[in-house]
Nanobody, 117 residues
Framework: QVQLVESGGGLVQAGGSLRLSCAASVSVFSFYDMGWYRQAPGKQRELVAGISSSGLTDSGDSVKGRFTISRDNAKKTVYLQMNSLKPEDTAVYFC???????????WGQGTQVTVSS
């Protein structure tokens, strides 16, 4: 059973920074592509940033230049560094693991990020 545990969310003022972490309980972390998604009230869940098992990254247009995704395979953890936060970044942030072996997706429970103006 794959478990993902996010941490690092909280309340921050506009212009501030937060770093989210997602620790994965998996046998071989490098078998998984990882991603961060977010969902604001009344809106659909959207991709924030993704990182492949080999380290290739991609991010949504709204966060390019402000958010950076990274992974530490030894610690089985993926990070999302969020800088220059804006009130519109307020959402629940979810970690997702995509197994390259089974094709299944696994989700964390989410962590709340609130940016005040």
């Amino acid at each position: 059973q794959v478990q993902l545990v996010e941490s690092g969310g909280g309340l921050v003022q506009a212009g501030g920074s937060l770093r989210l972490s997602c620790a994965a309980s998996v046998s071989v972390f490098s078998f998984y592509d990882m991603g961060w998604y977010r969902q604001a009230p009344g809106k659909q869940r959207e991709l924030v940033a993704g990182i492949s098992s080999s380290g290739l990254t991609d991010s949504g247009d709204s966060v390019k230049g402000r958010f950076t995704i990274s992974r530490d395979n030894a610690k089985k953890t993926v990070y999302l560094q969020m800088n220059s936060l804006k009130p519109e970044d307020t959402a629940v942030y979810f970690c997702k693991a995509h197994s390259k072996v089974s094709g299944r997706d696994y989700w964390g429970q989410g962590t709340q990020v609130t940016v005040s103006s």
